[in-house]
């Protein structure tokens, strides 16, 4: 792999670089850790790029680091995020008319933290499934305050916002997957998980499936309301931990006994709050003293 990887020209650098970030947790991250960098090297080194090579490349670039964030968290830098900086000054006050360019640009704005030089128009889209839950939520929780398709930073749209507690809640569709398969986060999934992370939100993701009856939608909705019940700060950091299995928003089921079922997801990062939280102190029964016959 490595010896075609070095006999590619430019266009199939930044090619295989957005290949194999499209891909996302499909491919270890240990696996591609050292390709990215050299592919990005590659690619920096080039003094000319074509707009929209600059912009693919950008984006793959951002993919790479958004699973290096959801592993290690913020306090662990990674060296390739330099190459951000790096591609989105090439493309400089550019204002393309392409959404997808805009977005990715929308996109490293936010992920540096400089202002968007672009207005990217987002077309609202709305599922089904999607209306259907937030009426439901809304039905359950009369007093929440929720927005839909709200653009936060520039980014493309969330499907529900909880403002009064910086809350996103996503109901994902196969398209989010590799394969469809509800497992495996794509590239696009992740950059769009990793961004909110570090704008400080907090993100539920429910996977459409979950949301094909009432009885499974009736409990997705009470792990959201006792969810709602934590104070922020006994909720734990917004950002992930040390690992990627940890960080991701992998999920955990349980029914309302609290067994494992297939009713309804709740979040890694909710899983581990349970998991540290500490046991309750048992009382100690006091042992009867033993009667003995007077002397």
Known sequence: MREERDHFNTQGTVNLLWALAKLGEAIELNQVKSMFGSLAGRISETPQLSLQDTWVSLWGVMVFCARFYL??????KNPLEKHIGE???RLGNTSPDNIEAQTVIAMAASWLGRPCPVVPYYQPLISQSQSTFREQLRSSLPSLKIEEEKSLNSLPPVDLLLPDY???????????????????????????IALLKKSGFELIEIPVKKLDNQDSMKTVIEQIKTKLAIPPEARGPVSPDSSECAASEAYFTADEGGQCSDDCYVTAEE????????????????????KTNAC
Do not use: A
Not at 71 to 76: D, L, S
Not at 170 to 186: C, E, I, L, M
Not at 276 to 284: A, C, D, I, V, Y
């Open 87 to 89: 591609l989105f000054s």
């Open 271 to 290: 899983y581990l709050e349970e998991q540290t939280e500490k046991p309750k102190k048992r009382k100690r029964k006091r042992k009867k003293p033993v």
């Open 71 to 76: 592993y290690f968290g913020r306090n662990n």
């Open 166 to 192: 910086n809350m996103v809640i996503d109901v994902q569709g196969p398209s989010h997957y590799v394969g469809g398969d509800f497992k495996t986060r794509n590239g696009p999934t992740l950059l769009k």
